[in-house]
């Protein structure tokens, strides 16, 4: 059994026009789905320059635009012919329905499970310049007879063109028997998974299908026939998860308790929510003019956009402690001693750190300069280079790591002086001993920046003093 389908192949919105004929033919001569070219065939052209021929006559008449072709798709039954059969069925085809009037190329596919072929012929006749016209009835009276009238020739079955029930069904239902499957799908899917759940093995499975009215058919693919369904159903058709393999190990797998697991502890999903757009309210003219006024008395201020430059400060010092506690808690220091020999064992980190930076950058600056004529192949100067490079990177996070534990550690012991003076705890002798030297940064910063302040005041009121002794 074959059946017979018509395409329309229109005009490019893009120039060319003729660039969806381009892609249709491209599409039918596809290598890898007629079998490296072989499966392809030509009437009044050539495979290979169809698409140029095809041009050709559409300009010598000047009918460029417009309906540009038209696909014929015939697919056969599954597993009841081969491709060469379907090859001679195609060839048979165009040669009596289009051969002497249109260019055509034709090619059958493969490569998925239904074999079908497909015929792309253009518009325009190379004989007289007039277009292809389908009228309607034409598939019921001249095309599916003559295809009927191939496939009995090579002993296949054929469609009944006149029962209409047969004729009103969708393509892909005819072809696939989807008319059938559509209806027992939910069907067929609920009782394998129950067979699923309760057998053990195959074997198992088999018999629970069996006692729900089933039909089993084990063969190259397992295949079931519900009752009330006139063919067969590969259970691999239904989904990636009812293939035979599938389906064995899921037997291994599932059980009453798996699936009442499942339905405890459901997959996450993702919800959405929808907001309706928010209508600001408009002011009226009364409004805006008393807004105005307040606004220009000093009444009413503008709100800045963001508060957070109000809290920048206070982020940035709660980042500092937060890398000083965890500091302390790292290295566990408990007392000042503690910070003193952390202190000294990080100078010494850093050094060994820089020391170790700088024999890289060294050495790298050696590598730069190896060339194949000394020895080494370029494989290896590269790897060599690679080494170099991946080393200097990670001395590189180890000095950034170190240097931020040093500030981390300079701002503990900072901290530390600044509050032992401001309780108290600094003893008097020690307070006559504390000089500029032992001065923090801030408060010889804020000393300064008074002594600024006051000096041009001193001096203007002693000028001050001179004119009114003057005077």
């Known amino acids: 059994m074959a059946i017979s389908k018509l395409l329309h192949i229109n005009s490019s919105k893009d120039e060319p026009h003729s660039r969806t004929l381009e892609k249709a033919i491209n599409y039918i001569l596809n290598p890898h789905k007629t079998g490296e070219g072989i499966l392809t065939g030509a009437v009044n052209c050539k495979v290979g320059s169809a698409y140029e021929r095809m041009v050709m006559t559409k300009k010598m008449y000047g009918k460029t635009d417009l309906r540009q072709g038209y696909h ?98 969708l393509y892909k239902d005819i072809v696939t028997g989807a008319g059938y499957l559509g209806t027992f799908k939910p069907m067929i899917i609920r009782d394998l998974d ?174 730069e300069k190896l060339t194949p004529d000394i020895g080494y192949t370029e494989s290896e100067i590269a790897e060599l280079k690679g080494q170099i490079e991946s080393n200097l990177s990670l001395v590189k996070k180890e000095e950034s790591k170190v240097k931020a534990e040093c500030r981390a550690l300079d701002r503990v012991i900072r901290d530390t002086i600044v509050g032992a003076a401001r309780n108290g705890i600094v003893r008097d002798n020690s307070e006559k001993e504390y000089t500029d030297e032992t001065k923090t940064p801030e408060e010889t910063t804020n000393e300064k920046e008074k002594d600024k302040i006051l000096e041009p005041k001193k001096k203007l009121r002693g000028k001050e003093r001179e004119y009114v002794r003057q005077r």
Not at 88 to 107: Q, S
Not at 237 to 261: D, T
Request: charged residues 35%.
């Open 194 to 367: 129950a067979a699923v759940i309760l057998a053990s093995d195959f074997e198992q499975f088999k018999e629970e299908l069996i006692e729900r009215g089933y039909e089993v058919k084990c063969g190259k693919y397992f295949a079931i026939k519900p009752p009330g369904m006139k063919r067969f159903c590969r259970t691999k058709s239904l989904g990636e998860a009812y293939s035979e393999a599938e389906l064995r190990r899921r037997i291994q797998r599932e059980n009453l308790l798996s699936v009442r697991r499942e339905k405890k502890n459901p997959a996450p999903t993702i919800s959405k929510c929808y907001v309706g757009r928010i209508r600001k309210r408009t002011l009226s003219s009364l409004q805006k003019k008393y807004f105005a006024r307040w606004y220009r008395t000093g009444k009413l201020k503008k709100r800045p956009y963001s508060q957070a430059y109000k809290y920048r400060n206070e982020i940035k010092r709660l980042k500092e402690l937060q890398e000083q506690s965890l500091l302390l808690l790292r290295y566990n220091v408990k007392d000042a001693k503690d910070l003193i020999s952390l202190k000294k064992r990080l100078a010494e980190e850093s050094k060994r750190v820089y020391n170790e930076k700088k024999r890289l950058y060294r050495d790298r600056t050696l590598f």
């Open 72 to 169: 014929f798709i015939i697919s056969f039954a599954p597993d009841e012919t081969d491709a060469k059969t379907a090859m001679e069925i195609i060839r048979k085809f165009v040669n009596e329905f289009l051969g002497e009037r249109y260019e055509t190329v034709y090619a059958v596919h493969e490569n998925t499970e239904v074999i079908h072929g497909h015929v792309v012929f253009n518009s325009v006749s190379f004989l007289d310049g007039y277009k292809y016209h389908y009228d309607k009835g034409d598939w019921k009276r001249d095309i599916q007879p003559i295809v009927n009238r191939l496939c009995a020739s090579y002993g296949l079955s054929v469609i009944d063109v006149e029962k209409k029930a047969e004729t009103g069904k």
